[in-house]
């Protein structure tokens, strides 16, 4: 069992759509990241987590770390927001980040 | 500025050649990584600088050396390749390597070895 896992693996939606990317692990954790990656492309940091919620534009993600559960959520998704979405926690004292195998998203015009 | 650059964008090399792959951030970041990504993929760590030492190597093979001048440039230095070793190589910077900084990551160096 993957110490992170999403879901879905992949998501195609219509433009417009509310989108929920799901990830659970399985360690302690010090932070949780989400990351977004355009095809081919580098990587960005969407949001570093700890606790409660952030909120960034159309971007939402929450943790819940009794549950060891996060989300991320897309308000009014663009065809732009169509990219692999990663999340990747920090075990507690290590210097590593454990990664999921990532959500494929597609937002059709 | 919160960028990381990398340099080359694109790189392609023979099994016997040696290159080198770069890294820059001014963001005074002391903890600096390379990560590996094969296509669809997540990325793979291989090397964490802390404070401008090495303090992980993940078991990468010899061919691979990576080097840390000071602690805005880190180096990615390559020789005698092989074809599964094309792949994105990744760079990124943190404030410290073990507490919750944000990580900012550059945008890759796609290698191909033929």
């Known amino acids: 069992k993957n110490e992170v896992e999403q879901s879905p693996q992949n998501l195609t939606a219509q433009e417009g759509e509310f989108i929920t990317i799901n990830c659970s692990y399985s360690?302690?954790?010090?932070?949780l990241h989400w990351l977004q990656q355009h095809p081919g492309g580098g990587i960005v940091s969407l949001f570093m987590?700890?606790?409660g919620k952030k909120k960034h534009g159309r971007l939402i993600a929450t943790i819940n770390i009794q549950e060891k559960h996060s989300s991320l959520h897309i308000t009014a998704s663009h065809p732009r927001d169509s990219a692999v979405y990663i999340c990747a926690v920090r075990d507690s004292g290590a210097q590593k980040l454990v990664f999921g195998q990532g959500t494929r998203l597609t937002i059709n015009p | 500025d919160t960028e990381v650059t990398q340099t080359p964008k694109h790189l392609v090399m023979g099994m016997t050649n040696k290159k080198s792959l770069k890294c820059e951030q001014h963001m005074g970041h002391r903890a600096m990584y390379w990560y590996k990504q094969k296509a669809k993929k997540p990325p793979e760590l291989m090397f964490v600088?802390?404070?401008?030492?090495?303090?992980i190597n993940e078991s990468v093979p010899s061919r691979f050396s990576p080097e840390c001048p000071n602690s805005s440039l880190l180096n990615l230095h390559l020789h005698a390749l092989q074809p599964e070793d094309s792949a994105l190589y990744l760079c990124?910077?943190?404030?410290?390597?073990?507490?919750?900084?944000?990580?900012?990551f550059g945008e890759g160096s796609r290698l191909t070895v033929l």
């Open positions: 600088y802390s404070y401008e030492k090495l303090s």
């Open positions: 360690v302690g954790i010090s932070a």
């Open positions: 990124a910077s943190s404030h410290l390597s073990g507490g919750t900084g944000e990580l900012f």
């Open positions: 987590l700890s606790s």
